[in-house]
């Protein structure tokens, strides 16, 4: 079966710019999560959707936003964009809760 | 919040010796613990997934044993083949928190032929 599609996979915006990065779930999967994902960081959780409801979300600024269709399908979208947002954006999908697939994400470069 | 904290940062072995990651959370009420596999270029992928009501879990050359009341985990790797070598990571989550994982700093693994 497909995985979870992320497009597109790579990105170079200029500071100040924004930025929509998509993400198709694996086929029946309800619930859609982002990370970011930098080398002084490490893996962080960005906010989670399940039917269109937004179910989480992490400690990052309001610039960082995201939705999903009825169709699971999601999206998220950073604004005003800063240098320190250059990094991995990884889109996961489950079922239910537990056992996330990730997709091999779209690498953002802010110039 | 919840914090994962993962050792060592690298590790080197010889192919069919054993490799072993820890990692401590500080949430007791953190009920799930997957361990994810990233090879370069690629997003991480599920290799391993053990809950609070488990002990340990195996899966052929994988395998995962949980301490709650010391509040840590490990993987264990036997056999290490080549194709082993990546970028491993833990990662806990809440009861209730839904999927929100929060993740170890990852262990390079290199697997020398």
């Known amino acids: 079966k497909a995985g979870v599609t992320q497009t597109p996979r790579y990105l170079i915006k200029t500071r100040g710019q924004q930025v929509t990065l998509s993400c198709s779930p694996i086929?029946?999967?309800?619930?859609v999560s982002w990370y970011q994902q930098t080398p002084g960081q490490g893996l962080q959780f960005l906010f989670e959707?399940?039917?269109?409801?937004?179910?989480n979300k992490g400690n990052f600024p309001g610039r960082f936003s995201g939705r999903q269709f009825s169709n699971s399908r999601s999206e998220m979208n950073v604004s005003t964009l800063e240098l320190g947002d250059s990094a991995l954006y990884l889109c996961?999908?489950?079922?239910?809760?537990?056992?996330?697939?990730f997709g091999s994400g779209t690498r953002l470069t802010v110039v | 919040g919840e914090n994962v904290e993962q050792h060592p940062s690298t590790l080197s072995v010889q192919e069919g010796d054993s490799a072993v990651i820890k990692c401590t959370y500080s949430?007791?009420?953190?009920?799930?613990f997957p361990w994810y596999k990233q090879e370069l270029g690629k997003g991480p992928q599920l290799i391993i997934d053990?809950?609070?009501?488990?002990g340990e879990k195996k899966d052929q050359r994988i395998a995962v044993t949980l301490n709650k009341t010391a509040k840590h985990f490990s993987l264990h790797i036997t056999e290490t083949q080549p194709e082993d070598s990546a970028v491993y990571f833990c990662?806990?989550?809440?009861?209730?928190?839904?999927?929100?994982?929060?993740f170890g700093g990852g262990t390079r693994v290199l697997v020398k032929p």
């Open positions: 053990i809950r609070s009501n488990v």
């Open positions: 990662a806990a989550t809440p009861q209730g928190a839904g999927n929100k994982l929060t």
């Open positions: 959707y399940f039917s269109e409801t937004q179910r």
């Open positions: 949430d007791s009420a953190s009920n799930y």
């Open positions: 996961a999908s489950s079922f239910e809760t537990y056992g996330y697939t």
């Open positions: 086929s029946g999967h309800r619930s």
